[in-house]
């Protein structure tokens, strides 16, 4: 075995037990649900038994992941860069682990639109934190106040509008591939 093999190795029994404790389950529980003797689960989890593939599988489940999951490691591209558009004051960063996400920073200044006809309907799922200010959310014939530090997340086939309620804000957006296509450089939010 490389030292890769073996950092990997050791990433995944400290996982295991991590996401274990995460829930709050005892071995017992775990090697229960998991279909495993509780001696074979804690021999895995301190590298006493060797990691079977069969084993990480059943394990995934029990823990409510992915083998992909359990095995993945970080890549050497940890950090992104956004991209900025200066005309429309943005920062995007896509999500690399799903690439139909990507994730906008945003300064609103203007209110939202008093015209419903400037409301926008498009497919797809959205979800608003403002960092700062109020932003208020206009979707269907709903007007929500949306304060510092708090989130909003709805379907974009409802029509919205986004703007500022008496002084600037500055949200965080994230979009899902269809709701980002509704959002071309020049359109309104």
């Known amino acids: 075995m490389t030292q890769d093999d073996d950092d990997l190795d050791s990433l995944v029994r400290k996982r295991i037990r991590a996401l274990r404790v995460a829930q709050g389950w005892?071995?017992?529980?775990?090697a229960a649900r998991a279909r495993?003797?509780?001696?074979?689960?804690?021999?895995?989890?301190?590298?006493?038994?060797?990691?079977?593939?069969?084993s990480l599988v059943t394990l995934a489940r029990a823990l409510d992941t992915s083998l992909d999951q359990l095995v993945e490691t970080a890549?050497?591209?940890?950090?992104?860069?956004?991209?900025?558009?200066a005309s429309h004051q943005l920062m995007?960063?896509?999500?690399?682990?799903?690439?139909?996400?990507?994730?906008?920073?945003?300064?609103?200044?203007?209110p939202p639109p008093d015209n419903p006809a400037r409301m926008r309907a498009h497919p797809g799922r959205e979800w608003l934190v403002v960092l700062s200010g109020t932003a208020v959310l206009l979707l269907g014939n709903r007007r929500l106040r949306v304060e510092t530090n708090q989130a909003a997340e709805f379907p974009t086939m409802l029509p919205h509008a986004i703007g500022?309620?008496?002084?600037?804000?500055?949200?965080?957006?994230?979009?899902?591939?269809?709701?980002?296509?509704g959002h071309r450089p020049g359109q309104e939010a």
């Open 36 to 54: 495993l003797s509780q001696s074979t689960l804690s021999r895995i989890e301190n590298g006493q038994r060797r990691l079977a593939l069969d």
């Open 92 to 110: 995007r960063w896509p999500v690399k682990a799903d690439p139909g996400l990507s994730v906008v920073r945003q300064r609103i200044t203007e």
């Open 26 to 30: 005892s071995l017992e529980e775990l």
């Open 75 to 85: 890549g050497d591209d940890v950090i992104s860069n956004p991209m900025i558009d």
């Open 164 to 181: 500022a309620e008496g002084r600037p804000c500055e949200v965080i957006g994230i979009f899902d591939r269809d709701a980002r296509r």
